[in-house]
């Protein structure tokens, strides 16, 4: 089993900056793709980030790319989202997951992951 627990979140202005980390405990990071997927009220979970076990390969949704950037560190067991240029629209409750399959596979798909967090709200202000 997998424990991730998400951090960083907050309220900013738009155009500002936000790092979102996840911290993973409980088996071998290293052995997990992770991802970060976005909820706001009275919507879908919707896909925004991920990395590969490694780092080497990452993919991003099309309303992200270019602004928000995915990292890891596996010797801490960590999985960060730095989140740039930020919009309104990016205000919601932003999940953190991992998966024992492949960014090869299509990681777009939350039933992908077999291990969640429980959300850190980031709200964007106008």
């Known amino acids: 089993q997998v424990q991730l627990v998400e951090s960083g979140g907050g309220l900013v202005q738009a155009g500002g900056s936000l790092r979102l980390s996840c911290a993973a405990s409980?088996?071998?990071?290293?052995?997990?793709?992770m991802g970060w997927f976005r909820q706001a009220p009275g919507k879908e979970r919707e896909f925004v980030a991920v990395?590969?076990?490694?780092?080497?390969?990452?993919d991003y949704a099309d309303s992200v790319k270019g602004r928000f950037t995915i990292s890891r560190d596996n010797a801490k067991s960590t999985v960060y989202l730095q989140m740039d240029g930020l919009k309104t629209g990016d205000t919601s409750n932003y999940y953190c997951?991992?998966?024992?399959?492949?960014?090869?596979?299509?990681?777009?798909?939350?039933?992908?992951?077999?291990?969640w967090g429980q959300g850190a709200q980031v709200t964007v202000s106008s």
């Open positions: 997951a991992a998966s024992e399959n492949y960014v090869s596979d299509n990681l777009r798909s939350r039933r992908k992951y077999a291990y």
């Open positions: 990395i590969s076990r490694g780092g080497g390969n990452r």
């Open positions: 409980g088996r071998t990071f290293s052995n997990y793709a």
